[in-house]
């Protein structure tokens, strides 16, 4: 299948600064990438969706001056966590969607983020 | 509200064991349903889908899934477990025309024993 890469796997940060975190499909073009956040033994949950060269679609309660999401090329959406506090510590895995109808949507292997 | 559930948190089989994984939905209209599994470190890896057609899907690594509308389920089987498949295995449902806006259960962590 068609390879997502996310970067970097894991990263410690201390509380008010910001972290970027990089999405790249590498053989594909993906016109839509989604950004999801995973609670330790909880589910993942949609954060928001993002068309290149569009703003981001965020999902209800998540805040978007706290989640900047650009998606500037059909190779790479960035999620940078903004001001980060110890409760933004997650795991956060991105996925890639090309071009056509039930194209299927490939992960990256997601960013455990702790943020102390 | 639109839900995924995944009884088991936490199974464990023996090699050569089979394995039944359960999930159950709540959605609004037939939703298109899938499996995945995650390897530690690992993104995830889609193992099966549905979309229509017959109810009984087969999946990749000798998986195979069955849908069954009358009891919005979508329970994913296989009839030999190998060590190698010990994982997370998250079922997820999405609105029908793709993979936009999936809704993941909270997973079921499978531990094999030799």
């Known amino acids: 299948g068609a390879v997502v890469s996310q970067h970097p796997s894991r990263v410690i940060c201390k509380s008010g600064t910001s972290v970027k975190i990089e999405c790249r499909s590498l053989d594909f073009q993906a016109t839509t990438m989604f950004w999801y956040r995973q609670f330790p033994k909880q589910s993942l949950m949609l954060m928001a969706t993002?068309?290149?060269?569009?703003?981001?679609?965020?999902e209800q309660g998540v805040e978007k001056d706290k989640f900047l999401i650009n998606h500037a090329s059909l190779t790479l959406s960035t999620l940078t966590v903004t001001s980060a506090h110890p409760e933004d510590s997650s795991f956060y895995i991105c996925?890639?969607?090309?071009?056509?109808?039930?194209?299927?949507?490939?992960f990256g292997q997601g960013t455990r983020l702790t943020v102390v | 509200a639109q839900s995924v559930t995944q009884p088991d948190i936490h199974i464990t089989v023996s090699e050569g064991a089979s394995l039944e994984l359960r999930c159950n939905y709540s959605?609004?209209?037939?939703?298109?349903l899938f499996w995945y599994v995650q390897s530690p470190g690992q993104g995830l890896q889609l193992l099966l889908k549905y979309f229509s057609g017959d109810t009984l899907v087969q999946g990749i690594k000798g998986f195979e899934a069955e849908f069954k509308r009358s009891q919005s389920s979508f329970n994913l089987r296989k009839p030999s477990v190998h060590w190698s498949d010990a994982a997370e295995y998250f079922c997820a449902v999405g609105p029908r025309g793709g993979y936009n806006k999936l809704i993941f259960g909270a997973g079921t962590r499978l531990a094999v024993h030799p």
């Open positions: 996925s890639a969607l090309g071009q056509g109808s039930n194209t299927e949507a490939f």
């Open positions: 959605y609004g209209a037939t939703p298109y």
């Open positions: 993002s068309n290149e060269g569009s703003k981001a679609t965020y």
